[in-house]
């Protein structure tokens, strides 16, 4: 099969597991070169020496925290030195807290997540972009369906993805002048360890699955490596797509559902 993103340099934020590690894996096999980051070291370093393993040394683990901007600078800086460009930059990184109401939810902890989730996607751009210019490269930012259908107990992290969306389209404007591109991705559920540690807060973790499964047309949750696939078709075959809100969904905003909450 023939490599659709070679020698291409990549970065992934929050790429040790979940649907940035699907994203590294993904641009990896198909010829790129990715440096991808994550808060802890362990899970990083592990998928480094696996994937580089195969062969050719094809990406580097750095160990960084997206909600400090000296972070996002040194990583930018290090692609640069490493790789010499970068042709796409993926923003990935983010949290989703446990649910719970607006009453209940402090302005602190909606500002930590504005940095986390916004924030640092914002920054990531600004000191990727005076490289991506060079190389006419893109931009994808993992935002969530949510950010567009919503989502119960949960305003500050639908507002942090709703955001994404907009801020997408806003950069797809300014950045057109220049020939890159902007996307993003809104996954639906997708099974990964932050789905896991949500569901294991619940009372029946097995039941809290098997509804997030049923909740897709398609009756099951996505894969990392489809989360994978959805960012190579942006950064390598969609070149006339720039603005989009890619729904990675398995039709989950589709149909009616049972949806009233309200007390018979
Ligand atoms: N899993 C889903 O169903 C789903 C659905 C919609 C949107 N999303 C979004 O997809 C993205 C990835 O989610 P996931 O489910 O793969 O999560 P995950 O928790 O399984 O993985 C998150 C990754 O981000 C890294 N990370 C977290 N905080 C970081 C920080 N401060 N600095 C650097 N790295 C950090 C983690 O180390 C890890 O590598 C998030 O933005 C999330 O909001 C996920």
Redesign the pocket.
Known sequence: MSLRYLDKVVIV?????????GIVRVFVENGAKVVF????AS??EALEAELNSKGRVSCKFMS????KEEDIKRLVAFTVETYGYIDCLVN?????PPHKPTDVTTAEEFRDLLN??LI?YFLAAKYALPYLRQRQGNIIN?????GTIGQKDAAPYVAT?GAIISMTKAMAVDESRFNVRVNCI??????????E?LAAQTPDAAAAIKEGENSQLLGR?GTEEESGLAALYLAADATFCTGIDLLLSGGAELNYGFKSQIPP
Not at 186 to 195: C, D, E, F, Y
Request: proline residues 4%; positive net charge.
């Open positions: 934020t929050g790429g040790s597991k979940g649907i940035g590690r980051c994550a808060r802890g899970a990083g960084c925290d997206v909600s990935n990184a983010g949290w989703h986390l989730n640092s993992v935002s969530s369906l949510v993805k809104s996954p639906g559920n997708i099974l990964t360890p932050l789905w540690d949750m």
